[in-house]
């Protein structure tokens, strides 16, 4: 099992940038995914990137390809989500999860752990 923990979350205008941490902890292996997924109010949670540890291999949604970048640190144990030129559309809670299937998938069925989310709130 791996433990997941996020924080960066906040309020911001549109254009502005925030920068999403999570923390992985506990059972943690090269082939594991960690992804980033957001579910707005009344709305599915939708996938927005992933990466894969033994590589770095990336996907990222349509939707925010160009504007977020998803990286971890030299350790590994820390997922960043560097989110620019923001969008009210982005609002949403953020979280991350962890698959260890060793491929990147967009749906959240192949994610087993999941962190408790983190509130982005994007103004007009």
């Known amino acids: 099992q791996v433990q997941l923990v996020e924080s960066g979350g906040g309020l911001v205008q549109a254009g502005g940038s925030l920068r999403l941490s999570c923390a992985a902890s506990?059972?943690?292996?090269?082939?594991?995914?960690i992804g980033w997924f957001r579910q707005a109010p009344g709305k599915e949670r939708e996938f927005v990137s992933a990466?894969?540890?033994?590589?770095?291999?990336?996907a990222s949604a349509d939707s925010v390809k160009g504007r977020f970048t998803i990286s971890t640190t030299n350790a590994q144990t820390i997922i960043l989500l560097q989110m620019n030129s923001l969008k009210p559309e982005d609002t949403a809670i953020y979280y991350c999860?962890?698959?260890?299937?060793?491929?990147?998938?967009?749906?959240?069925?192949?994610?087993?752990?999941w962190g408790q989310g983190t509130q982005v709130t994007v103004s007009s």
């Open positions: 990466i894969r540890w033994s590589d770095g291999s990336r």
């Open positions: 506990g059972r943690t292996f090269s082939r594991h995914v």
């Open positions: 999860a962890a698959s260890s299937s060793g491929t990147i998938h967009t749906s959240e069925t192949w994610y087993v752990d």
